[in-house]
């Protein structure tokens, strides 16, 4: 069996360790509630230009735009604790840490994600995940473009990849070749749009839940090609 400087899990988070969709879902509700429709849609405006621009989901730097205009409204500031102390433990995937733990017992468990560098190590922490792969923990604009780094960071014989976007395991397979395994997980809205695209190369690995790392065996992920 490989030991963990040999082998190491890459591991996403939004929508593959925990339901990001569901935390979206609750922000707009908050939103509307607290602002009304109109102000939600101008929210969600604001984020996805802004993802256009920066290539990366920020939802403290939409906030920052989004206060324009509603200065003296009670409610703003409480948009600040919404965020910051949202309970991500509690979106986390069935097994989701048990996973990791079981990953642990036959490689070097990282976790790899796009994102910014405020909110997104706040979730990964909140959730409970930082400590679960006891800080190994990546976050780039572009993870799929800063392979270099990560091999640095973690140098290993073979690495596996576990995300929900296909697009994005055929990209890093396509650096890494057969050094890679990709692990293509069937959650959250990319997972669903994937149905319907013909992407290559296709995943090595593909389950239906995040906590099915638990019964795989170790050698299964040697069978890239």
Known sequence: ??????????????????????????????????????????YWDIFN?????????????????????????????RMSEFLLEYPFAELLYP???????????FGTPVVLSDGDIVFQPRKIQRAGIWDAVEGRVLIY?????????????????HYVMVDDKPNLLAAMKGSLGGRLTTVFVRQGHYAKAYRSQM???PPDLAIDNVGDLVDMNPYEFEDAP
């Not at 082998?7 to 509700?29: C, P």
């Open 1 to 42: 069996m490989l030991n963990g400087g040999e082998r190491v899990f890459l591991l996403d988070v939004d929508n593959t360790l925990l339901d990001n969709d569901r935390f979206a879902a609750d922000l707009s509700a908050r939103l509307e509630g607290r602002f009304g429709a109109a102000e939600r849609e101008r």
């Open 141 to 157: 604009v572009h993870k799929e473009r800063a392979l270099d780094q990560m091999q640095r960071r973690f140098p290993a014989r």
């Open 95 to 105: 097994r989701a840490l048990q996973a990791i733990a079981r990953l642990r017992e």
């Open 199 to 201: 992407i290559g190369p």
């Open 49 to 77: 230009d802004l993802r256009d621009e920066l290539g990366r989901a920020d939802y403290l730097a939409s906030m920052q735009i989004f206060r324009s205009g509603l200065d003296g409204h009670p409610e703003l500031l």
